[in-house]
């Protein structure tokens, strides 16, 4: 009975027993394609060396950030009014914006053919 039973597999198991065969080969292919490349020689570890990077050296010329000569000295004191930044804008609140727009859609021009859906 052991025979008959071992004989008759099912096809999902053939057919797993099948791609895990052809996942192994492949796998070890793919390592033995591999052991080329890599050499068994130890390689040290070489730092780069920078002996120059805390040396005194003399600072950069100063150089203005919004514009003009760098000779050139301004100098302000206080406030600006302000009347000078332009006009102050007042939000619209949020309520008149929803208000407005119901009414808008409310007016928009509606569809003159309504079409049913047909089947069921």
């Avoid at 000569?69 to 006009?87: H, I, M, N, Q, V």
Wanted: with cysteine; net charge neutral; hydrophobic share 40%.
């Amino acid at each position: 009975m052991a025979v008959a039973e071992f004989r008759v597999e099912s096809r999902g198991k053939r057919h797993m027993k099948t791609v895990l065969l052809a996942s192994i080969i492949l796998c070890s292919a793919a390592a033995l394609g591999q052991a080329g490349a890599l050499s068994n020689q130890a390689i040290p570890l070489e730092m780069p060396d920078h002996p120059q990077h805390a040396s005194y050296t003399s600072m950069a010329a100063e150089s203005p950030i919004v514009g003009g000569a760098p000779d050139s000295y301004t100098y302000a004191k206080g406030e600006r009014p302000l009347w000078e930044f332009g006009p102050v804008s007042e939000p619209t609140p949020l309520g008149d914006v929803a208000r407005a727009y119901r009414k808008e859609k409310q007016t928009a021009k509606k569809a003159e053919i309504i079409l049913e859906k047909q089947g069921s």
